[in-house]
C-alpha cells in the first residue's frame, strides 16, 4: 500500500521531557486547573463547575491522542450533539464544531511532528477527497441564492464532520483501536438510549423539564417533546437529548448492529454481557422513537449479520415476529409501519412529494445542483427525506455519482474483503458487524437525509466515521499476510 510521507522535525525521543520537569509542570498545571475549578465553583455554581471539570477531560484525552479525540466526539454526538458554550462570538460556538476542530488540530499536528505517522492512499479515500471538492464548488455557485451566516455556520461543521472520516482512516490501525472504539460507540450510544427511556417513562412533564433546561445552552425552545405528526392525541416520540426522533434513530439503529453483531459473534471484542446490554437498552429506544426509516434500516443490517453467518437468528426472528403479529404485542408499531408501507399517513406522502419536487429541481440543474440555499423558483423547494436525493439537489449529478461511487465501493470493498478471508476469528466477526451497520446506513438513507445534511452534523460525523472503519479494517485485514504485526491480532 503507498503512503505519502510527510515532513517531520524532531522525533518524540528528541522531544521527551525529563521525568522530573514532567511531575514538575503536571503538578503546576494541576494545581492551576483545581484552583480554577474551584473559582468557578464558588462564583457560578455546581454545574458550570461540573461542566468545566468535564471540558477538561475531554480536552485532555483529544490533545493525548487522536484516537481518544474521537470517543469524545462519538460522545458528544450521542449526548449533546446540539450544546453550544453560551458566549456569542460572531456565532455560537458549538460544543461539538469546538471538539471536532481540536481533533483534527492534534491529528494533523502528528502527522507532522511524528515519524511513524503515515497516510495511506486508497483510491475510495481520493474519492472522499473528490466529494469534499464536489461539495464546495457546489457552494460557492450557489452563493447568491439565500445564504444565510446559519448556513455558513452549518456549511464549516459539515466539512469538520466529514473530515473526521482521515482521522479515522489514519489513526486507528490495529485491532486494540477498533475494539476501543466500537466499546465506545455502544457505551455512548447506550447512555443516550437509557437517557430516552427515562425521559419517556416520565411523559412529556419530565421531558419538557429536563430539556427546557438545555435551551440556553443551544436547544431549541419549541417542539420540546416530540409526537407523531406532530399531533400531541398521538404517541410521544423517544428523543432523549437528540431533539429529533429520526436522526436519533439513525444513531440507535447502526449502534443496534454492532451490538446484535458482538451478541452473537464466536469470538467478540467486547465482553458479551456488555453486548447483550447495550441491545436490550437499544433496542426499545429504537422502537420508541417510531422512526420507521430506523426500524428497517436495524432489521436490514441485523439480517445482513444473519445472512452472512449466523443464519441461525433468522429462525427465531422469524418465529418472535410472527408470534408479535399472533397476540398482539406492539399493534402499535406494527399499525405505523403498515401505514407507511400503504401512504396512508401525512409523513409518507409529504416525502413522495418532496421526492416529485427533487426530481423536477434535478432536471433543471442537472451538473451542480443548486448548492445549499432555496430553490430558484417559487414553485420548487430544497429538502427531501433521502441521502442520495438531497446530494443530487445540492451537489448536482457529479455530487451524486461521487457519493455513490465512495459509500457503495466502501460496502463492496468490505465485503469483497470478509468473503475472501472470512474466517472464525475477531477480525472477521468486528468487521461484520460494521458492515451491518453500514448497510443498515445506507438503507436508512433512502427514507431519510440526515446523513449528509448540513443541519445534522453530528449525524454526518457518525455516517463517514462508519464508511472510515469499514474501508480501513478491510485494508487492514488484505494486508495481514504481510503485516500481522501493525494489525495488532496478538493482546
Same mark, same amino acid.
Given at each position: 500500500?503507498? *503512503?505519502?510521507?510527510?515532513?517531520?522535525?524532531?522525533?518524540?525521543?528528541?522531544?521527551?521531557?525529563?521525568?522530573? !520537569?514532567?511531575? +514538575?509542570? %503536571?503538578?503546576?498545571?494541576?494545581?492551576?486547573?483545581?484552583?480554577?475549578?474551584?473559582?468557578?465553583?464558588? +462564583?457560578?455554581?455546581?454545574?458550570?463547575?461540573?461542566?468545566?471539570?468535564?471540558?477538561? !477531560?475531554?480536552? *485532555?484525552?483529544?490533545?493525548?491522542?487522536?484516537?481518544?479525540?474521537?470517543?469524545?466526539?462519538?460522545?458528544?454526538?450521542?449526548? /449533546?450533539?446540539?450544546?453550544?458554550?453560551?458566549?456569542?462570538?460572531?456565532?455560537?460556538?458549538?460544543?461539538?464544531?469546538?471538539?471536532?476542530?481540536? &481533533?483534527?488540530?492534534?491529528?494533523?499536528?502528528? &502527522?507532522?511532528?511524528?515519524?511513524?505517522?503515515?497516510?495511506?492512499?486508497?483510491?475510495?479515500?481520493?474519492?472522499?477527497?473528490?466529494?469534499?471538492?464536489? *461539495?464546495?464548488?457546489?457552494?460557492?455557485?450557489?452563493?447568491?441564492?439565500?445564504?444565510?451566516?446559519?448556513?455558513?455556520?452549518?456549511?464549516?461543521?459539515?466539512?469538520?464532520? =466529514?473530515?473526521?472520516?482521515?482521522?479515522? @482512516?489514519?489513526?486507528?490501525?490495529?485491532?486494540?483501536?477498533?475494539?476501543?472504539?466500537?466499546?465506545?460507540?455502544?457505551?455512548?450510544?447506550?447512555?443516550?438510549? =437509557?437517557?430516552?427511556?427515562?425521559?419517556?417513562?416520565?411523559?412529556?412533564?419530565?421531558?419538557?423539564?429536563?430539556?427546557?433546561?438545555?435551551?440556553?445552552?443551544?436547544?431549541?425552545?419549541?417542539?420540546?417533546?416530540?409526537?407523531?405528526?406532530?399531533?400531541?392525541?398521538?404517541?410521544?416520540?423517544?428523543?432523549?437529548?437528540?431533539?429529533?426522533?429520526?436522526?436519533?434513530?439513525?444513531?440507535?439503529?447502526?449502534?443496534?448492529?454492532?451490538? !446484535?453483531?458482538?451478541?452473537?459473534?464466536?469470538?467478540?471484542?467486547?465482553?458479551?454481557?456488555?453486548?447483550?446490554?447495550?441491545?436490550?437498552?437499544?433496542?426499545?429506544?429504537?422502537?420508541?422513537?417510531?422512526?420507521?426509516?430506523?426500524?428497517?434500516?436495524?432489521?436490514?443490517?441485523?439480517?445482513?449479520?444473519?445472512?452472512?453467518?449466523?443464519?441461525?437468528?433468522?429462525?427465531?426472528?422469524?418465529? %418472535?415476529?410472527?408470534?408479535?403479529?399472533?397476540?398482539?404485542?406492539?399493534?402499535?408499531?406494527?399499525?405505523?409501519?403498515?401505514?407507511?408501507?400503504?401512504?396512508?399517513?401525512?409523513?409518507?406522502?409529504?416525502?413522495?412529494?418532496?421526492?416529485?419536487?427533487?426530481?423536477? &429541481?434535478?432536471?433543471?440543474?442537472?451538473? +451542480?445542483?443548486?448548492?445549499?440555499?432555496?430553490?430558484?423558483?417559487?414553485?420548487?423547494?430544497?429538502?427531501?427525506?433521502?441521502?442520495? /436525493?438531497?446530494?443530487?439537489? $445540492?451537489?448536482?449529478?457529479?455530487?451524486?455519482?461521487?457519493?455513490?461511487?465512495?459509500?457503495?465501493?466502501?460496502? @463492496?470493498?468490505?465485503? $469483497?474483503?470478509?468473503?475472501?478471508?472470512?474466517?472464525?476469528?475477531? @477480525?472477521?466477526?468486528?468487521?461484520?458487524?460494521?458492515?451491518?451497520?453500514?448497510?443498515?446506513?445506507?438503507?436508512?438513507?433512502?427514507?431519510?437525509?440526515?446523513?449528509?445534511?448540513?443541519?445534522?452534523?453530528?449525524?454526518?460525523?457518525?455516517?463517514?466515521?462508519?464508511?472510515?472503519?469499514? &474501508?480501513?479494517?478491510?485494508?487492514?485485514?488484505?494486508?495481514?499476510?504481510?503485516?500481522?504485526?501493525?494489525?495488532?491480532?496478538?493482546?
Amino acid at each position: 500500500m503507498r *503512503t505519502i510521507e510527510l515532513p517531520v522535525w524532531p522525533s518524540a525521543e528528541q522531544l521527551r521531557v525529563p521525568p522530573r !520537569v514532567a511531575v +514538575f509542570l %503536571g503538578s503546576i498545571a494541576a494545581a492551576v486547573g483545581a484552583a480554577g475549578l474551584a473559582a468557578v465553583l464558588v +462564583f457560578l455554581g455546581p454545574v458550570p463547575a461540573l461542566a468545566t471539570l468535564v471540558a477538561l !477531560v475531554a480536552g *485532555t484525552l483529544i490533545a493525548v491522542d487522536a484516537r481518544a479525540g474521537l470517543w469524545v466526539v462519538l460522545a458528544i454526538v450521542a449526548l /449533546l450533539p446540539y450544546a453550544v458554550i453560551p458566549v456569542k462570538v460572531v456565532v455560537t460556538p458549538a460544543i461539538l464544531s469546538i471538539a471536532s476542530l481540536a &481533533l483534527l488540530t492534534v491529528w494533523l499536528v502528528r &502527522l507532522f511532528l511524528d515519524r511513524a505517522m503515515t497516510v495511506p492512499l486508497h483510491p475510495l479515500v481520493l474519492v472522499v477527497v473528490l466529494f469534499a471538492f464536489v *461539495t464546495s464548488f457546489a457552494f460557492v455557485l450557489g452563493i447568491g441564492r439565500g445564504y444565510t451566516s446559519q448556513v455558513y455556520h452549518d456549511y464549516g461543521k459539515f466539512l469538520l464532520s =466529514l473530515a473526521l472520516f482521515f482521522v479515522v @482512516w489514519s489513526s486507528l490501525r490495529t485491532l486494540a483501536d477498533y475494539r476501543r472504539l466500537t466499546v465506545a460507540l455502544l457505551l455512548v450510544a447506550s447512555a443516550a438510549a =437509557l437517557v430516552a427511556l427515562v425521559l419517556y417513562l416520565g411523559g412529556p412533564e419530565l421531558t419538557l423539564a429536563v430539556l427546557a433546561r438545555l435551551v440556553p445552552y443551544g436547544y431549541p425552545s419549541t417542539r420540546i417533546v416530540r409526537y407523531i405528526e406532530d399531533d400531541p392525541a398521538k404517541p410521544m416520540r423517544a428523543i432523549g437529548t437528540s431533539v429529533d426522533p429520526n436522526s436519533f434513530a439513525g444513531l440507535l439503529a447502526l449502534a443496534l448492529v454492532v451490538a !446484535v453483531a458482538q451478541c452473537v459473534a464466536r469470538r467478540p471484542v467486547v465482553p458479551r454481557w456488555f453486548a447483550v446490554f447495550a441491545a436490550i437498552v437499544l433496542g426499545p429506544a429504537l422502537l420508541l422513537t417510531y422512526s420507521r426509516a430506523g426500524w428497517l434500516g436495524a432489521a436490514f443490517g441485523i439480517g445482513l449479520v444473519a445472512a452472512a453467518r449466523y443464519r441461525w437468528l433468522l429462525v427465531p426472528g422469524g418465529l %418472535g415476529l410472527a408470534g408479535m403479529l399472533v397476540l398482539g404485542i406492539g399493534e402499535g408499531f406494527f399499525e405505523r409501519l403498515w401505514q407507511g408501507f400503504t401512504v396512508q399517513d401525512r409523513a409518507t406522502q409529504m416525502r413522495l412529494e418532496e421526492y416529485r419536487t427533487a426530481l423536477a &429541481l434535478l432536471r433543471e440543474y442537472p451538473a +451542480f445542483g443548486v448548492g445549499f440555499g432555496h430553490a430558484p423558483t417559487v414553485g420548487l423547494w430544497t429538502g427531501v427525506s433521502s441521502i442520495y /436525493l438531497l446530494v443530487a439537489e $445540492r451537489m448536482g449529478l457529479i455530487g451524486l455519482a461521487t457519493f455513490l461511487v465512495a459509500v457503495f465501493g466502501i460496502g @463492496w470493498v468490505g465485503w $469483497r474483503t470478509w468473503q475472501r478471508q472470512a474466517s472464525d476469528n475477531e @477480525w472477521s466477526d468486528l468487521l461484520l458487524g460494521w458492515l451491518g451497520a453500514h448497510g443498515a446506513a445506507l438503507l436508512i438513507g433512502s427514507f431519510d437525509h440526515y446523513y449528509v445534511n448540513i443541519s445534522f452534523p453530528h449525524m454526518v460525523a457518525v455516517f463517514w466515521i462508519v464508511q472510515a472503519v469499514v &474501508l480501513r479494517m478491510s485494508m487492514l485485514r488484505s494486508s495481514m499476510r504481510s503485516s500481522a504485526k501493525e494489525w495488532g491480532l496478538q493482546r
